[in-house]
């Protein structure tokens, strides 16, 4: 290994802020809390507070992570949208259990989902592509996302030709691109506290609604 300045890993350490979580703040259902806690990471300034790491579930059982951009939530559940070709959406065709987690660790603050991921109507992924930029637009035509790629001219190529293809005309959706909502069985919230002794409070759907319950930090 080449010399590198000693980075003492091991004693990065935070105290947090003694901002607490209890049960009768976190409502009845997670998402006026999720809708609270997203607007306050956004106030301090977070880059991509939208930003959610997606983890699904491959071939035996094998799990792969990934950041993508929630794009809209309500009682349903959280939206994103990426190319049906991708090995997200592969793995999630074969088994859509999946996770999310939202780290928001500049406020000391994480959210954690647990569900089941399903695409939107195409009527819905419609909707949400006409707001993308031309640019974006563009780029999902030519886009054959998680294959190989021989270099970047090949992308470089691709985007020109598709480019050149639509001109000046209005573009629509490709249909190998669009939109999944994960529904979820589970919302955590994690409140960083000082010594050690986080607050988190987990919701978790029931047959009569959700049920909110206090985990060990
Ligand atoms: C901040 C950030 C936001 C991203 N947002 C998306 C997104 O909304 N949709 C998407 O398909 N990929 C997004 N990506 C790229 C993915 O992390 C990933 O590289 C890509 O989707 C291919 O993943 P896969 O091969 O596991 O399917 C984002 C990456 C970063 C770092």
């Given at each position: 290994m080449p010399d590198h300045p000693p980075?003492?890993?091991?004693?990065l350490r935070r105290e947090y802020a003694n901002l607490g979580l209890d049960e009768q703040e976190a409502g009845r259902e997670p998402f006026t809390l999720f809708r609270s806690w997203l607007q306050a990471a956004l106030a301090v300034g977070?880059?991509?507070?939208n930003a959610m790491v997606l983890a699904t579930v491959g071939h035996a059982g094998a799990p792969s992570v990934r950041t993508v951009l929630l794009k809209g939530f309500d009682d349903r559940g959280f939206v994103f949208f990426t190319n049906y070709t991708s090995r997200k959406a592969r793995e999630l065709a074969d088994n859509p259990r999946a996770a999310l987690v939202f780290p928001w660790i500049a406020v000391g603050r994480q959210v954690t989902v647990r569900g089941t991921a399903s695409r939107l109507t195409g009527a819905e992924s419609d909707e949400y592509f006409a707001t993308r930029p031309r640019g974006s637009q563009v780029a999902a035509w030519a886009s054959r996302q998680s294959d190989l790629l021989s270099g970047r001219a090949e992308l470089d190529a691709a985007v020109a030709a598709v480019a050149e293809r639509v001109g000046q005309d209005p573009v629509t959706r490709p249909a190998y691109w669009g939109g999944f909502r994960l529904s979820p069985e589970e919302v955590e919230f994690w409140q960083g506290r000082g010594d050690r002794l986080h607050d988190r409070l987990r919701f978790s759907r029931t047959s009569e609604g959700w049920r909110l319950e206090r985990l060990w930090p």
């Open positions: 980075l003492d890993v091991a004693a977070i880059a991509e507070p």
